[in-house]
């Protein structure tokens, strides 16, 4: 019986150390032919949101930790003095408009006043000299008519009588012609006033030019103040979370002061350190295996999306572990993708993250793995 035991004994050893073997062979195994970083945290791009005018915090919509959409409001400034700046040049610009209606109607009226008076006078004219052609045509019959009793007189066959009538027809013809000449001066003369007094539309013209530039300089400044209106209510650029609120209500900020953080929630890749001596394993798109303290009983899959082309040194990163022979080892940064990211993921809380590059060394021999040891 007693030896039964004692046999029975040895296999369970045997066995145990045959298990404990193989789990330390296959770890032996798998930590030659991968590359692992305990160097690693969860990233994502935070957005920060800014005031782009000086004010006053009137209120704050969100609280921290909130789901918010594209264009949500999130916080609005005091902004009464740019609604009234708004009031007041909305008023002065439509003042402007109905002066400007007014030079227009201005303008209509004294062009249709001067068109008529130009009109009233080109027709005088044109009356005038119609009759002062009729008075010279009279005249010239008058003169004729008295150049033959002329002779007729000096014949004794025309009395002293006739002559005298003749004289007095070609003296009232003369005088006819002399003043409708001097009406088709003077109404001339008129005419030219009348032009002269186009000007006059000009001068409206311009003042309705001035009046157009003040209206599009009002609509400037209601548009540069709407503007600064719509500054006053800060939204949300993108679908996030808001991760903190840095200021308050009735607190004063400044032109681009951080008011609050958010980020995307499903933006999230980790960024690992590997050391320089195993960078050379690493190639984009190879698979790793992601374990995160706050799911220890999860794993998570990625890919290696980007190596980084500088050493954590130069990134101003401390990294630096001692390498071989003492001496200080580089670190390089790479990003890899976090495949189907857990819920409640937040950016940098979960710190030494371990990540697992499969296919960064794959042996074909013993020989390539104390090679692979021996460069480590």
């Given amino acids: 019986m007693a030896t039964a035991n004692k046999t029975t004994l040895k296999i369970v050893v045997g066995l145990f150390l ?3 073997l193989s789990v330390l062979a296959f770890e032996v ?3 030659f032919a991968h590359v692992y970083s305990s160097d690693a945290r969860v990233q994502t791009e935070l957005t920060k949101i800014s005031s782009r005018v000086d004010g006053t915090i009137d209120q704050i919509l969100i609280e921290e930790g909130d789901h918010v959409t594209a264009g949500q409001l999130l916080i609005t400034l005091a902004d009464q003095d740019i609604r009234l700046n708004v009031e007041a040049a909305k008023t002065d610009r439509a003042l402007e408009k109905a002066q400007r209606a007014r030079l227009v109607s201005e303008k209509r009226a004294v062009e249709l006043e001067l068109q008529s008076r130009l009109q009233t006078r080109r027709k005088q004219i044109e009356a005038s000299e119609v009759e002062y052609r009729a008075a010279q045509d009279r005249l010239g019959l008058a003169k004729s008519d008295l150049k033959r009793v002329k002779v007729l007189f000096n014949k004794h066959l025309a009395s002293k009588k006739a002559l005298a009538e003749e004289q007095d027809k070609v003296l009232i013809q003369q005088g006819e012609a002399s003043r ?3 009406q088709i001066q003077i109404a001339r003369s008129e005419l030219d006033q009348v032009t002269a007094t186009l000007k006059q539309v000009d001068v409206i013209e311009d003042r309705i030019k001035v009046s157009d530039i003040t209206t599009a300089r009002l609509t400037t400044t209601i548009q540069r103040e709407e503007v600064s209106l719509g500054f006053r209510h800060i939204r949300s650029p993108i679908d996030a979370v808001v991760d903190r609120t840095y200021k308050y209500k009735g607190e004063y900020v400044e032109e681009g002061e951080r008011i609050l953080v958010l980020h995307d929630e499903k ?10 001596s195993q960078i050379r394993y690493v190639e984009v798109g190879q698979t790793v ?3 995160l303290p706050a799911y220890p009983f999860d794993e ?5 999306l980007r190596i980084g082309s500088a050493t954590t040194i130069e990134l101003g990163i401390d990294t630096v572990n001692s390498g071989q022979f003492g001496r200080p080892a580089q670190r390089v940064p790479i990003r890899v993708s976090i495949d189907n990211p857990p819920a409640h993921l937040a950016p940098r809380m979960l710190a ?9 060394f794959k042996p074909r021999s013993v020989f390539d793995l104390l090679k692979r040891r021996s460069s480590k």
């Fill in 18 to 20: 045959v298990s404990a």
């Fill in 29 to 31: 195994v798998h930590w």
């Fill in 180 to 182: 409708l000449l001097a």
């Fill in 267 to 276: 933006l999230f890749w980790v960024e690992a350190f590997i050391d320089e």
């Fill in 289 to 291: 295996l992601i374990h």
């Fill in 300 to 304: 998570f899959f990625g890919k290696v």
């Fill in 352 to 360: 030494k993250v371990n990540v697992q590059i499969y296919d960064a």
